[in-house]
């Protein structure tokens, strides 16, 4: 399996994830020369997660934004590892800005990675399946936020509205070919990305009340639910994304009767 942005947080744990049950992990990155130092640890903790189970690994370096570059990722990645059945699309960033102050420039950073960059790598990941007659697998993880809006982060909402159009749309082109794809929409999650809130008691405090279950998720339990997506057992799913919120999708504020009966 191939997964992008897999060095931390969610992606980490689905590659350690999906390596513990034997599967073969190439685990894309892009070190960012502003956090080279905090992004090396990241890989080098990674990789030694996966290293201890046993599996065939490899890192396999590219920007998911160029197409290029995802092209000879791929190339790599199967050189290394052999073929790829299952592809993550994992890899994500975002922009914390009023949306009046949201330049041209912010809007395409954020599109171009989480969107296009999504797109690049599932078109390298089906021609790869069609060549070999795999019946490959496409994960995408969006957000709850392709459905809840999330004012401040307008790149970041735009693009996993766009990322479920994007798995629905490949899974019905594709599902007569026998490729798979499905989506995974994470609530609030425990992961580096989401530290702001995670390390603040308040705003820690803030975010739970929004959720049915009372806590966060863990980038663990979003790994579980990509290998059950992948498997055998999830062989009739696609074009479905499957939100692991903790009920943040289920409209909580209604929870209390507002009506007047």
Known sequence: ?????GTAGIGQ?????F?????????????????????????????????????????????VSSEE?????????????????????????QINKPSEQVTGEDLDRVLDVNLKGAFYCSKAAIRHFLDKEIQGVIINISSVHQKIPKPGFIGYS??????????????????????RVNGIGPGATITPMNKSWVEDPEKHKQVISHIPMGR???????????????????????GQTLYVDGGLTLYPGFKMAWSSD
């Not at 073969?24 to 090396?40: F, R, S």
């Not at 570059?69 to 960033?93: C, P, R, S, T, W």
């Not at 735009?158 to 490729?179: F, P, Q, V």
């Open 1 to 5: 399996m191939l997964i992008t942005g």
């Open 13 to 17: 744990a689905v590659a350690v994830r």
């Open 19 to 63: 390596a513990r049950e034997g599967a073969n992990v190439a685990i894309n990155y892009l070190k960012d020369p502003k956090e080279a130092e905090n992004t090396e640890a990241q890989v080098q903790e990674c990789i030694h997660k996966i290293g201890q189970q046993g599996v065939k690994h490899a890192l396999v370096r590219a920007d």
């Open 69 to 93: 570059q995802v092209i000879a990722m791929f190339e790599d990645a199967v050189e290394k590892l052999g073929d790829i059945h299952i592809l993550i699309n994992n890899a994500g960033i």
């Open 158 to 179: 735009m693009s996993k509205g766009g990322m479920k159009n994007l798995t629905e749309t490949l899974a019905l082109e594709y599902a007569d070919r026998k490729i």
């Open 216 to 238: 966060a998720g863990t980038a663990d339990e979003m790994g579980a639910v990509a290998t059950f997506l992948a498997s055998d057992d999830a062989s009739y799913i696609t």
